[in-house]
């Protein structure tokens, strides 16, 4: 915590006694090595829906729940190949300025507005929860006074030092995260091999988890109706799964970069942020192209400690009279086999791998929410002429308001009977839709229009709250169930109706699709700065990343 804060405080010290634009202060001068852009990438990404949610998830769904992870491959590939090439050259802000370049003013009102109410709603306020939830496990404290804890805790470098101080305390926070993650699932294998080693640990978890005997068994059982419902059977080790699992249906592998992938990985500006502050192309690509590694391994951080825990203590999952009443328990698993599988002083490290996750994100997404409402209303209603450093004081502002309101809605989500993973999943499901369908067509296609990507978007909410009534009225397919099946069908409603809109009505202006904000098929505009070695080679090392992903399906959708 004192490193951190030290980091913290040194690049906020000199952005704020060096340099007072508001580039410095919002993109960090735009400096970023790839290092630097791939860490803070990642770490801006994993949180309490990692660390609580996705293994309290892995405790009940299986391996499945690393579909997401690891499918972001594919998402990255789209995001290094196509997209950074045009984020970086429109020389934006925020991926709502982008969009008012590429479609009109409208859409980067709309999308500016989605993005706060979905940093809050989605980002701000489960994290904080979730942080609070585990400081709540851990020590016994108040659970409202553990929430507002770690939110104050969490925000202050936010607010003192902009992205540069988030961007390389995650640099730090990285490693702590990994190593500490990665120890939890080392100490936790060695504890089923019972002094035999790793390998019989990893045995013993696999053999468990396959669930043919004994109280695992039991356990499968009582759950697989409603996790694949109309299925007898369950497997816990595969991550390709029927279309009617509650989670993760095989479509997702692909499909989701699509519908949800797109919008959190390339739009979503608490992301992209980091992109739009590297350095130059290079470091842009070759920082993601890290990110995907880290990615890769990520599911050996958040997902097996899971899958060991299951293999622990299957008795869990059979607690409550359904799913629901499981779900607050299994979000526990985390920080139990912290409490109790790990040694004192390697829990200390542990403890702060979550918190520095925690911690990451929540200054991530504030950093990256003022800056939106700063650039995208402020500036651009209220005061356009505003001096840089009434922007950033501004900002400051904006970003210690946020905070505030995120943990009193972190307050309220502690009396939800919902799993932390599943309540962040739906909420992305309603959001990104739309904005993905938008941005990829607007993106490959010249002849997409304002009018139509607005229409879209519109529309594409409500088709989204009306199919959620249909499935709750418990009338619609089986198959449609899955948030993630629901995500599916409105992307491709978007998708048919943008292009029809577009069709219909008048074409966008020439400066709306110039090459700097489309693909030009003709020129395929998407090369340059790759690397000038076999050892920097964006190419190669992305290329890797890809064969290791169809790896890891291969070894757990066909072997196991």
């Given at each position: 915590?004192?490193?951190?804060?030290?980091?913290?405080?040194?690049?906020?010290?000199?952005?704020?006694?060096?340099?007072?634009?508001?580039?410095?202060?919002?993109?960090?001068?735009?400096?970023?090595?790839?290092?630097?852009?791939?860490?803070?990438?990642?770490?801006?990404?994993?949180?309490?829906?990692?660390?609580?949610?996705?293994?309290?998830?892995?405790?009940?769904?299986?391996?499945?729940?690393?579909?997401?992870?690891?499918?972001?491959i594919?998402?990255?590939?789209?995001?290094?190949?196509?997209?950074?090439?045009?984020?970086?050259?429109?020389?934006?802000?925020?991926?709502?300025?982008?969009?008012?370049?590429?479609?009109?003013?409208?859409?980067?009102?709309f999308?500016?507005?989605?993005?706060?109410?979905?940093?809050?709603?989605?980002?701000?306020?489960?994290?904080?929860?979730?942080?609070?939830?585990a400081?709540?496990?851990?020590?016994?404290w108040?659970?409202?006074?553990?929430?507002?804890?770690?939110?104050?805790?969490?925000?202050?470098?936010?607010?003192?030092?902009?992205?540069?101080?988030?961007?390389?305390?995650?640099?730090?926070?990285?490693?702590?995260?990994?190593?500490?993650?990665?120890?939890?699932?080392?100490?936790g294998?060695?504890?089923?091999?019972?002094?035999?080693?790793l390998?019989?640990?990893?045995?013993?978890?696999?053999?468990?988890?396959?669930?043919?005997?004994?109280?695992?068994?039991?356990?499968?059982?009582?759950?697989?109706?409603?996790?694949?419902?109309?299925?007898?059977?369950?497997?816990?080790?595969?991550?390709?799964?029927?279309?009617?699992?509650?989670?993760?249906?095989?479509?997702?592998?692909?499909?989701?970069?699509?519908?949800?992938?797109?919008?959190?990985?390339?739009?979503?500006?608490?992301?992209?942020?980091?992109?739009l502050?590297?350095?130059?192309?290079?470091?842009?690509?070759?920082?993601?192209?890290?990110?995907?590694?880290?990615?890769?391994?990520?599911?050996?951080?958040?997902?097996?400690?899971?899958?060991?825990?299951?293999?622990?203590?299957?008795?869990?999952?059979?607690?409550?009279?359904?799913?629901?009443e499981?779900?607050?328990?299994?979000?526990?698993t985390?920080?139990?086999?912290?409490?109790?599988?790990?040694?004192?002083?390697?829990?200390?490290?542990?403890?702060?791998?979550?918190?520095?996750?925690?911690?990451?994100?929540?200054?991530?997404?504030?950093?990256?929410?003022?800056?939106?409402?700063?650039?995208?209303?402020?500036?651009?209603?209220?005061?356009?002429?505003?001096?840089?450093?009434?922007?950033?004081?501004?900002?400051?502002?904006?970003?210690?308001?946020?905070?505030?309101?995120?943990?009193?809605?972190?307050?309220?989500?502690?009396?939800?009977?919902?799993?932390?993973?599943?309540?962040?999943?739906?909420?992305?499901?309603?959001?990104?839709?739309?904005?993905s369908?938008?941005?990829?067509l607007?993106?490959?296609?010249?002849?997409?229009?304002?009018?139509?990507?607005?229409?879209?978007?519109?529309?594409?909410?409500?088709?989204?709250?009306?199919?959620?009534?249909?499935?709750?009225?418990?009338?619609?397919?089986?198959?449609?169930?899955?948030?993630?099946?629901?995500?599916?069908?409105n992307?491709?409603?978007?998708?048919?109706?943008?292009?029809?809109?577009?069709?219909?009505?008048?074409?966008?202006?020439?400066?709306?699709?110039?090459?700097?904000?489309?693909?030009?098929w003709?020129?395929?505009?998407?090369?340059?700065?790759?690397?000038?070695?076999?050892?920097?080679?964006?190419?190669?090392?992305?290329?890797?990343s890809?064969?290791?992903?169809?790896?890891?399906?291969?070894?757990?959708?066909?072997?196991?």
């Amino acid at each position: 915590m004192i490193a951190i804060s030290l980091i913290g405080w040194w690049f906020g010290r000199r952005e704020t006694n060096v340099a007072e634009t508001s580039s410095d202060y919002f993109l960090a001068g735009r400096t970023l090595p790839w290092y630097v852009v791939g860490s803070s990438y990642i770490a801006a990404n994993i949180s309490t829906e990692h660390f609580i949610g996705m293994i309290g998830a892995a405790m009940i769904y299986g391996i499945c729940v690393a579909t997401p992870e690891w499918s972001c491959i594919i998402a990255f590939t789209f995001l290094i190949w196509i997209f950074i090439p045009f984020l970086l050259s429109a020389k934006v802000f925020t991926a709502p300025e982008f969009l008012e370049k590429r479609f009109n003013p409208g859409m980067r009102n709309f999308f500016a507005t989605v993005t706060v109410i979905a940093n809050v709603i989605a980002f701000l306020a489960p994290v904080i929860y979730g942080g609070g939830l585990a400081l709540n496990s851990l020590l016994g404290w108040n659970l409202t006074f553990c929430i507002a804890l770690i939110g104050i805790t969490s925000g202050v470098w936010a607010i003192w030092g902009g992205l540069k101080s988030v961007a390389w305390m995650d640099l730090l926070t990285i490693i702590i995260m990994v190593g500490g993650g990665l120890a939890v699932t080392y100490l936790g294998l060695q504890s089923l091999g019972q002094g035999e080693g790793l390998v019989a640990g990893f045995q013993e978890m696999v053999t468990r988890n396959q669930a043919q005997t004994g109280v695992w068994k039991e356990a499968l059982d009582r759950l697989t109706p409603t996790i694949v419902p109309g299925h007898e059977t369950y497997n816990r080790l595969s991550v390709i799964q029927p279309l009617e699992h509650e989670t993760t249906p095989w479509p997702h592998w692909v499909m989701s970069f699509f519908y949800i992938g797109l919008w959190y990985l390339a739009i979503n500006q608490f992301m992209v942020q980091r992109i739009l502050a590297a350095k130059n192309m290079y470091h842009a690509r070759m920082g993601i192209v890290f990110a995907g590694y880290l990615k890769l391994l990520l599911p050996f951080i958040v997902v097996v400690p899971g899958l060991i825990y299951f293999a622990m203590h299957p008795e869990i999952l059979l607690a409550g009279s359904t799913l629901a009443e499981v779900r607050p328990e299994a979000d526990k698993t985390y920080t139990n086999l912290i409490r109790d599988y790990v040694p004192v002083g390697i829990k200390g490290i542990l403890m702060a791998a979550l918190f520095g996750a925690i911690q990451s994100t929540v200054s991530a997404v504030l950093a990256s929410t003022s800056t939106v409402i700063t650039f995208d209303f402020y500036r651009r209603h209220l005061r356009p002429n505003a001096t840089d450093r009434a922007t950033i004081r501004f900002g400051r502002i904006t970003t210690s308001v946020l905070l505030v309101l995120s943990i009193a809605l972190g307050v309220w989500i502690s009396g939800l009977k919902s799993s932390l993973f599943v309540y962040i999943q739906q909420l992305f499901m309603f959001f990104a839709p739309p904005f993905s369908a938008v941005f990829l067509l607007g993106i490959l296609w010249r002849r997409i229009n304002g009018t139509a990507a607005l229409a879209t978007v519109w529309l594409g909410f409500a088709f989204g709250i009306a199919v959620k009534f249909w499935v709750n009225t418990g009338e619609a397919p089986a198959w449609l169930a899955p948030y993630s099946n629901q995500g599916l069908v409105n992307w491709a409603i978007c998708m048919v109706l943008c292009i029809v809109v577009s069709l219909v009505t008048a074409p966008p202006r020439p400066e709306q699709v110039t090459d700097e904000l489309t693909l030009n098929w003709r020129k395929m505009n998407i090369g340059g700065d790759l690397g000038d070695r076999w050892y920097n080679s964006v190419t190669l090392w992305w290329g890797l990343s890809v064969v290791i992903m169809i790896g890891f399906i291969f070894l757990f959708g066909v072997v196991l």
